[in-house]
């Protein structure tokens, strides 16, 4: 969910895992621990930071699978709020700009492999027996919340599902630079090529401002609205500077 990659520190942490580099900037940590230092005790913000790292880091690697099924070689870069799983074009066989399929399937694999982490986990949940249950919170109700006798392990997988399935949810509207947003420039490009980056940046611009009053209004999540009023204020710049570019 980034916009570009950030600079390169010595504290960043390097590996690679399934043959793809991936690195993970010291600012991930820190937002991470922030995101739930408030009414929980350091082994809870641990398990919240460890939940994090396999769910973005997973959602990543969806994307960065599906661009090597398509002939590139990615690399991935966990920054901020989310990650970026990158590739250099000229190295690509398959893929073009104006192959509009594939990059959608790029762009969907990301949430898409959380959403299907999420349905095997619970799957896994009801046909183990275990003594627990799984009720569904957070808004509208789409959350799964882990119910176990190891309060621990239940916050683990508490966790992660809410990761995989709200922000997988949230990552899937037609916001930029959000996956869906991707996703509905692709689309609108598609049918309309002289002018769907346009209608994609207006589209992200208003789905922007009413989840910033939504999140305001009805959850009473001044975070959340302030993200994406950010969100459609970027969206509105990149709006202003592509009209103006596209003058010349």
Do not use: K
């Amino acid at each position: 969910m980034l916009i570009g990659e950030p600079s390169r520190t010595q504290y960043d942490l390097n590996f690679v895992l399934f043959g793809i580099p991936v690195r993970v900037h010291p600012l991930f940590w820190a937002v991470a621990v922030v995101l739930r230092a408030h009414g929980r005790d350091g082994i809870g913000i641990l398990t919240w930071v460890a939940a994090m790292f396999f769910a973005i880091l997973l959602h990543e690697l969806g994307h960065a699978w599906m661009m090597r099924l398509h002939g590139f070689r990615p690399w991935i870069v966990l920054y901020w709020l989310g990650g970026l799983a990158s590739y250099d074009p000229r190295q690509g066989f398959e893929v073009r700009r104006s192959d509009t399929l594939a990059n959608v399937l790029i762009s969907a694999a990301g949430p898409g492999i959380g959403l299907l982490l999420a349905g095997l986990v619970v799957a896994g949940f009801f046909a183990s027996g275990h003594g627990g249950q799984i009720d569904l919170e957070g808004p509208g109700n789409l959350v799964p919340v882990v119910y176990l006798p190891n309060v621990r392990l239940a916050c683990l997988f508490s966790d992660v599902l809410e990761i995989c399935v709200l922000w997988g949810l949230l990552n899937l509207l037609p916001i930029y630079p959000l996956d869906g947003g991707q996703i509905a420039r692709e689309l609108f490009v598609r049918f309309s090529p002289r002018d769907g980056i346009r209608q994609s940046m207006l589209l992200s611009i208003f789905a922007a401002i009413m989840m910033a009053v939504y999140c305001y209004v009805h959850m009473h999540e001044p975070y959340a609205a302030l993200f994406f009023g950010c969100l459609a204020w970027a969206s509105f710049i990149a709006l202003q500077n592509y009209v103006g570019g596209s003058r010349w």
